[in-house]
């Protein structure tokens, strides 16, 4: 079974960077779209980017033009490059495959506040 091990969040105030990383096991990435994922307190996991093997990538409506999802199939890591964060994107942040293949990871936490 593949494991993801997410990092790179933190608290920032809005308006700030992060950039998240998820570094998966195994041979199979490369093979599979892949996505970051986010559940806010209280709240559904949503499903926020997604990146297709060949790179085609797609985004929610409430990210779009400030997040960007990137790949490395190399190293077998998956990034979420996120500017301008706002309130609204506080959230654990997971990666898993586009279809939710995998287990998941323990997440990493992204807190935006003033």
């Known amino acids: 079974q593949v494991q993801v091990a997410e990092s790179g969040g933190g608290s920032v105030r809005p308006g700030g960077s992060l950039r998240l990383s998820c570094a998966a096991s195994g041979n199979s990435f490369s093979c599979n779209d892949m996505g970051w994922y986010r559940q806010a307190p209280e709240k559904q996991r949503e499903l926020v980017a997604t990146?297709?093997?060949?790179?085609?990538?797609n985004y929610v409506d409430s990210v779009k033009g400030r997040f960007t999802i990137s790949r490395d199939n190399v190293k077998k890591m998956l990034y979420l490059q996120m500017n301008n964060l706002k309130p609204e994107d506080t959230a654990v942040y997971y990666c898993?495959?586009?279809?939710?293949?995998?287990?998941w990871g323990q997440g990493t936490r992204v807190t935006v506040s003033s």
């Open positions: 990146i297709g093997t060949g790179g085609n990538r």
């Open positions: 898993n495959t586009a279809s939710q293949r995998w287990s």
